[in-house]
């Protein structure tokens, strides 16, 4: 049998290791993917340090994957071998629950997923059911598009289920993995773009990403600032920092919205009567389905839209992502085979 590279966390807590296991042949409604490319992300830490109720090990995580088919198993029938793929997330869904029956997959009870429930994208060849998989524009190469699968989707598709339209304010808070994604699609989406960052530092990056605002939270009340420029429609919280949250939600407009996609443990806390004044509300948006995914990937090639990232062989896995936990890396780290 032909080998292929994997790299495994062996128990909660335990330290990458490189090993060698036997190809695995897809079973029904399966394809094999080989991987060409995978995103290091925050929330591979949940399983990296067994975090994440039934977890089962060794896990391969890993759910930014770019790559081609390279097998089909049987009943496929609406893919075939060299499809560019890309898995994400949503692992797929189980189909009988009120969620599936109402078609919001993204919400099924019972969903898997990629790299938690079964080996993820940190491997040269992976096993991914078919409802798990979107198609990759020929314009994205995997390194690019593999980041655009998680961080990509996530802020693209809370964005544009919003209600923000073109012209109004939308703040970005945090200049991150997610952050620096954000404020390329909320320019694209025609938003007048508030990036919000730490220090006077990232304010060139933010205006070059496309920011029309800089705001230095460091520096300034960054809610206070948003009410200068007449209040926020949208801000959309990316650094995973309750207490930041908690403060720039003031600097909502009427009728705004705080949408958190990055988040700690920690309580967000906004007092009853700020929430009442002025209608406004905290949304939270985890990332989607395979669909949503293709429509992430169609408007990135279309529009120009590019995580920056470091790459590093499926070899220094480890290297890898102490770069992504570092919080120096340049917002995305990705394992290319």
């Known amino acids: 049998m032909a080998k ?27 394809v094999r993917v ?7 992300c925050f929330s591979d830490h949940y399983v990296k340090d067994g975090l994440w109720p039934g ?11 770019a790559g081609v088919i390279d097998e089909l198993g049987s009943g496929v029938t609406t893919w075939k071998k060299g499809d560019r793929v890309g898995v994400g997330w949503h692992g797929g869904q189980d189909n009988t629950c009120p969620a599936c029956r109402a078609g919001d997959f993204a919400n099924c009870e019972n969903g898997a997923i990629t790299g ?6 940190f491997e040269e060849y992976m096993l991914a059911p078919i409802e798990a998989i979107a198609r990759i524009p ?9 980041p655009l699968l998680c961080a990509g989707i ?7 289920h919003s209600g923000a339209v073109p012209g109004d304010l939308v703040a970005v808070q945090g200049i991150g993995g997610l952050g620096h994604l954000g404020i390329q699609f909320a320019n694209k989406f025609g938003y007048r773009v508030a990036a919000v960052g730490r220090g006077p530092e990232n304010s060139a990056l933010a205006k070059k990403l496309g920011a029309h605002h800089y705001i230095d939270s460091k520096a300034a009340n960054a809610a206070e600032e948003l009410k200068k420029l007449g209040g926020a429609n949208v801000i959309l919280a990316t650094a995973p920092s309750s207490k930041a949250m908690s403060e720039i939600f003031h600097g909502l407009g009427r009728n705004g919205s705080l949408l958190v996609v990055g988040a700690d ?16 509300r905290v949304q939270g948006w985890a990332s989607g389905t395979p669909s949503d995914s293709e429509d992430t990937l169609r408007f990135a090639a279309l529009t120009g839209v590019r995580p920056m990232v470091e790459k590093f062989p499926l070899e220094k896995a ?7 936990t570092s919080g120096h890396a340049q917002f995305r780290v990705v394992l290319t085979m």
Do not use: W
Request: hydrophobic share 40%; net charge negative.
């Open 4 to 30: 292929m590279k994997v790299a495994q966390v062996p128990k909660a807590g335990g330290d990458f290791e490189i090993v060698e296991r036997e190809i695995p042949s897809p079973g029904h409604g399966q």
């Open 34 to 40: 080989k991987v060409q490319a995978c995103g290091i």
């Open 55 to 65: 977890l089962q090990f060794p896990r391969v995580p890993g759910h930014e994957i």
């Open 116 to 121: 938690f429930n079964f080996d993820g994208g």
């Open 138 to 146: 020929d314009a994205l190469e995997p390194a690019e598009a593999a």
């Open 154 to 160: 996530t802020t693209f598709n809370s964005l544009r």
């Open 265 to 280: 443990m920690a309580p967000i806390e906004i007092p009853g009567a700020a929430l009442i004044s002025g209608r406004k």
């Open 318 to 324: 480890s290297e890898a992502y102490a770069r992504m």
